[in-house]
């Protein structure tokens, strides 16, 4: 067992300045074993009584200045401390490989502030080959409990300082879990020579501490900067974990209907340390988002690998709180089994958790989130038990850790189950989880409104799913759009295979356009199946020898006065009309475009775009689709990996814009509104009377009690130029529209708008 390097007891000695390598330490002229009053760091504080075990990273990774600065570091913080039997009694261990790692500095086995500091300034770099963190800790454990000197009910605190990943990572986790569970204190700093370094090691790092605000990361050359955070964390009393206050409440929501919910994680070698601490973090926040109780929602976790080492994290009824379950969330690791055993995991599923035992209520509705990577092998046996699931009303969710695979929507209950760790939204998967059984409106004043309210949405919800769709789409064959083409094609295939034209009676059509030439390839209802749509489209041939420009205007000419104008394109008067356009964005004329689409949209067509490259955008590019689309957000990628959230945003278009967002009653509250308009040369002549209906109707809206709004108006560009039609002050209606009516077009030459927010702060 390593020995300590320093036992000498002297009593303290008064000094002026104590010389380390690399770091003069001063102002303890007039040193008694009380603290510097000149610390942030409390009297009370520095004199509690408290076990304190320091881990220094010896490893020769850190380098000479390096470990100069981690030394004097940690000569800063214990500086402001004092130290003796009832107070600080200290431990300082210099970990690296298993014949370096040694207690540099026995516990309690020292004097004074001064003999303290002068033993670790005279600690030596020992330069170890390889981290090992779990064999340091393992000392540290003794240093607490297996010591005669060893004292009963006092702070016992560790503070690691390392640059790596362990070396001994199972040994590491068993440790830190027994000392957590004795209420040791861990406190954790992940150092580095940059951030990007710092990120390959710094979950693990946050998983050792005993929770976020005990886990720090910084770079090698400016640890200064977290010295008093750290200061202040040792001090801080060490109490057994509490409910918190609170946690982060879903926005509009009465309450959330009864669920059981079950994630499973893979564990295996297949998905990196990094991938999995990320799909941890994301299970916490879902978990902070759902109304966890345990009358409500019940949640379960399974890490699955191996057979050895698939298990089960915790049951449905095993916690009932949120905060339990962040705090054992913080205690998972990642367990890297030789492989990814679904088919085990999902019998382990069925038999054991959704059985109507252990936790599994039958009232409550059942959900499996599957954490998947992409290296999965066994398809027929994994799709025969996800059936299983499925037989016994399991709702099946896939976030997939990796790339795409075609397996995921086939295991998934529906193709817009099938989401991605990198690009899933939160508030989708909450919103796939959760049943809102009534909603609550802001500014609502009685419970009749709300419930008439969730009526009206309900009744436009059914409507709008029983809704038709006539889908358009049109493809550039330009010779600009080759490197495209193909993987448009496959796009729109694979879109279509979403539609789910059956159930909502949806017909789509196929046209080809370019320089010089258009054509209807696929009319409208001449196919019914989503098969033979997909193979029809994947079958359309680029035949434009032109490049760019390419005729948006004049193809969307044709669709205008051929498709959605009479009844020979097929087009059926009760459908919604959608247009979905896939094109390189090189325009002959955006006049042109600009009101073809206006036209198209009156008639209630929708039109959006396929953003064929969104990876490279350039500003023409982007200023040419954003004159077709119907709206900003009508601008898809072309990911593979969002097919499904895409073609769910197109079909529910209609619901989502009859429904009513804001409540009247939110404009009757009492306000003050300053509008400030641009008047540079980015406004031109024809945009003003757009810009000025827009305030008007604003105005209008805010004018449901005049007694309790103020308005007032500027227009502004260069530094002279700024006026004041209106004065925050209570206008009545008609003076206030009639100001805003008569604006005159000015055209400064620039945007003075830092200069306009200083004159209305006066």
């Known amino acids: 067992m390593p020995t300590a390097r320093h036992n000498s007891k002297t009593n303290s000695v008064k000094i002026e300045s104590l010389k380390c390598a690399g770091c003069t330490i001063t102002s303890f002229k007039k040193f008694k074993d009380e603290p510097d009053q000149s610390n942030s760091v409390d009297v009370q504080c520095a004199s509690r009584k408290r076990d304190l075990v320091v881990m220094i990273n010896g490893t020769i990774s850190i380098g000479y200045e390096p470990f100069a600065e981690q030394r004097d570091f940690v000569l800063s913080i214990l500086s402001r401390m004092k130290f003796g039997l009832q107070a600080t009694q200290l431990c300082i261990i210099q970990f690296s490989d298993k014949f370096y790692t040694a207690v540099e500095m026995e516990m309690g086995e020292h004097g004074g502030r001064a003999e303290v500091l002068r033993n670790v300034s005279n600690i030596k770099y020992q330069q170890g080959r390889r981290t090992m963190t779990g064999l340091a800790m393992v000392l540290a454990n003794e240093q607490f409990f297996g010591k005669i000197k060893a004292r009963p009910e006092v702070d016992r605190v560790i503070l690691l300082i390392t640059d790596g990943k362990p070396a001994d990572m199972n040994l590491l986790q068993n440790v830190v879990k027994e000392l957590k569970e004795k209420h040791v204190k861990i406190i954790s700093v992940a150092i580095g020579t940059s951030n990007n370094y710092i990120q390959r090691f710094r979950y693990i790092v946050r998983s050792i501490a005993s929770g976020f605000k005990q886990a720090f990361k910084v770079e090698k050359d400016n640890m200064k900067s977290i010295e008093e955070d750290v200061a202040k964390e040792v001090c801080r009393t060490v109490q057994p974990p509490a409910p918190p206050k609170g946690k982060p409440k879903l926005q509009q929501k009465c309450f959330q209907e009864k669920k059981d919910i079950l994630f499973a994680l893979d564990g295996s070698r297949t998905v990196n340390t990094y991938t999995f601490n990320k799909a941890k973090s994301f299970v916490a926040q879902i978990c902070a988002e759902l109304d966890i109780t345990p009358t409500l929602i019940h949640v379960g976790m399974l890490q699955y690998s191996d057979a050895l080492n698939t298990r089960i994290e915790f049951g449905l009824d095993q916690y009932t709180k949120y905060h339990q379950i962040n705090e054992f969330l913080q205690n998972v690791f990642h367990s890297k089994g030789s492989r990814a055993d679904l088919e085990t995991a999902l019998r382990i599923i069925d038999k054991q958790i959704f059985n109507g035992q252990n936790g599994d209520r039958i009232s409550a509705e059942d959900f499996v989130l599957l954490f998947v990577n992409d290296g999965l092998k066994q ?306 002549y024809s945009e003003l009377p757009k810009v000025i209906t827009f305030i008007k109707d604003i105005v209008k809206r805010l004018y449901t009690d005049p007694n309790n709004i103020e308005v007032g108006l500027m227009h502004y560009s260069d530094i002279r130029t700024a006026r004041y039609p209106l004065m925050l002050r209570k206008w009545s209606l008609k003076v206030a529209l009639d100001r805003i009516e008569y604006l005159r077009y000015r055209s400064g030459r620039k945007n003075f708008l830092g200069y306009a927010l200083k004159t209305v702060r006066k």
């Open 379 to 684: 398809g027929d046996q994994v799709l025969e038990q996800i059936r299983k699931l499925k037989d016994k009303g399991v709702h099946v969710i896939i976030i997939g850790l990796g790339k795409p695979a075609d397996l995921y929507e086939k295991m998934a209950s529906h193709p817009s189950d099938v989401n991605y760790l990198d690009t899933v939204l939160l508030k989708h998967i909450v919103r796939d989880l959760t049943a809102i059984t009534c909603r609550k409106v802001k500014c609502e004043d009685n419970e009749v409104e709300k419930n008439q309210k969730d009526k009206r949405d309900s009744e436009k919800k059914s409507l709008c799913q029983q809704r038709s769709q006539d889908v358009l789409l049109m493809i550039d064959t330009t010779r600009d759009m080759k490197p495209y083409f193909n993987k448009a094609l496959k796009f729109f295939a694979k879109f279509v295979k979403r539609l789910n034209i059956a159930a909502t009676k949806t017909d789509v059509g196929l046209m080809t356009f370019g320089r010089n030439r258009k054509h209807l390839n696929m009319e409208f209802g001449k196919y019914k199946f989503e098969n033979d749509i997909s193979k029809k489209i994947l079958k359309t041939t680029q035949t434009e020898k032109w490049s760019s420009p390419v005729d948006v205007a004049g193809a969307l000419r044709m669709v205008n006065k051929q498709i959605f104008n009479t009844s020979t394109g097929g087009h059926r008067k009760g459908s919604s009309d959608l247009i979905f356009i896939a094109t390189l964005g090189k325009v002959l004329d955006r006049y042109k475009i600009q009101k073809q689409s206006k036209m198209l949209r009156a008639k209630g067509v929708r039109i959006a775009v396929l953003d064929v490259g969104f990876k490279t955008p350039a500003i023409d590019y982007l200023n040419a689709i954003h004159d077709m689309v119907s709206g900003a957000k009508d601008i898809y990628p072309m990911d593979f990996r969002k097919a499904s959230t895409i073609s769910q945003a197109l079909l529910d278009v209609k619901c989502k814009v009859e429904e009513k967002t804001v409540s009247p009653q939110c404009f009757s509250r009492s306000r003050k509104v300053f509008f400030m308009l641009d008047r540079s040369q980015n406004l031109t």
